[in-house]
């Protein structure tokens, strides 16, 4: 990552050296508006100058996938956020960033009716810090932070896909574990975005054939946008024994890893959402429950500090913006 700021004497000259050099962003100093904020705000929250010296712990990002609404990504996401949470402690601070449809079901699941979202954190980007978060996002009283979409419309479509991608970048280095709920989000675009940040990508999909053929359809549609679908595996929901179909069958179909199978809970699911838990807290030794811990374990959820401090430009953009 790269700023180059010109004046429009200099403008030609220097746009042209500077795409030799690999800059991707130019601040007009002779028509300075808020468009340079913006860009400087995005280039912080890449984290790197062209040192390549990481600026501090960079989250992982965990992006949980609905093959199509009502498959259950909402609840395995929350799930998860909960056992992650609870498996490391304070210190090891979980988001889960609530981007599923229909919009905030995952903040509704917790009980959670904080109205601050990803537009305003967005419009924030420059000012998220330690106490910006403590006192501006939405936070479950087992210690993990939430941040829902919009929830109206004219509202949703301000969000570009740059700003949200900047605004991860930004939040993975006060988070260890971000948990991305993008179950049922219909713009495939989005969705691509987001699981081009993923460090894991679950696919949710059950046993029935419309679920399968909705799970291939956007598979084939993220692999046209340049996602390696690769990277995905296959959380199999609503398994059921009698079925005689488990995850290894359906990611074979699917051309994707298996990962596991959750057994097929909805009234426990119900009852525990009706008491505004999830089940991993309502019945912890659930088969359910189980599962969700042995995926969580799976996953090397925490990565390493960073020892490096920022340096060069963007260290001391950092340190001139704070000041």
Same mark, same amino acid.
């Given at each position: 990552m790269a700023l180059v700021a010109v004046g429009n004497s200099a403008v %030609?000259? =220097?746009v042209l050296a500077a795409l030799r050099s690999g800059v991707r962003d130019f601040i007009d100093l002779d028509n300075a508006d808020g468009d340079a904020v913006n860009i400087i705000s995005r280039a912080l929250a890449s984290g790197n100058d062209n040192g390549g010296h990481a600026s501090q712990t960079r989250g992982k990002v965990v992006a949980v996938l609905g093959a199509r609404a009502g498959v259950g990504a909402s609840t395995v996401a929350v799930n998860l956020s909960l056992r992650a949470q609870r498996a490391y402690g304070a210190t090891a601070r979980v988001m889960l960033l609530d981007f599923g449809i229909p919009i905030a079901d995952a903040s509704l699941y917790l009980n959670q009716k904080k109205e601050f979202d990803l537009l305003q954190a967005i419009n924030s980007l =420059?000012?998220?810090d330690e106490t910006f978060i403590a006192s501006a996002f939405a936070s479950h009283p087992t210690g993990f932070s939430l941040l829902p979409m919009p929830t109206q419309p004219d509202r949703l479509r301000q969000i570009s896909y740059d700003d949200a991608v900047a605004l991860i970048g930004a939040l993975r280095r006060f988070f260890p574990t971000l948990v991305a709920d993008l179950g049922g989000f219909a713009d495939l675009d989005f969705v691509a975005a987001m699981v081009r940040q993923a460090d894991e990508v679950l696919l949710i999909s059950d046993p029935s054939v419309g679920s399968i053929v909705s799970a291939r359809s $956007? $598979?084939? /549609? @993220? %692999? &046209?946008r340049g996602v390696i679908v690769g990277k995905i595996r296959l959380l199999l929901n609503k398994y059921d &024994? %009698? @079925?005689a179909l488990n995850a290894g069958d359906v990611g074979k179909r699917l051309g994707v890893a298996a990962l596991s199978e959750l057994p097929h809970r909805h009234v426990a699911i119900l009852q525990a959402l009706n008491q505004g838990k999830a089940l991993v807290e309502a019945s912890p030794d659930d088969l359910f429950s189980q599962t969700i811990d042995s995926v969580v374990r799976q996953f090397d959820w925490l990565p390493a500090e960073a020892s490096v401090k920022p340096k /060069? @430009?963007? /260290?001391g953009l950092r340190n001139l913006i704070r000041r």
């Open positions: %030609a000259d =220097s =420059s000012r998220i $956007l $598979l084939q /549609g @993220l %692999a &046209e &024994e %009698a @079925l /060069g @430009l963007v /260290g």
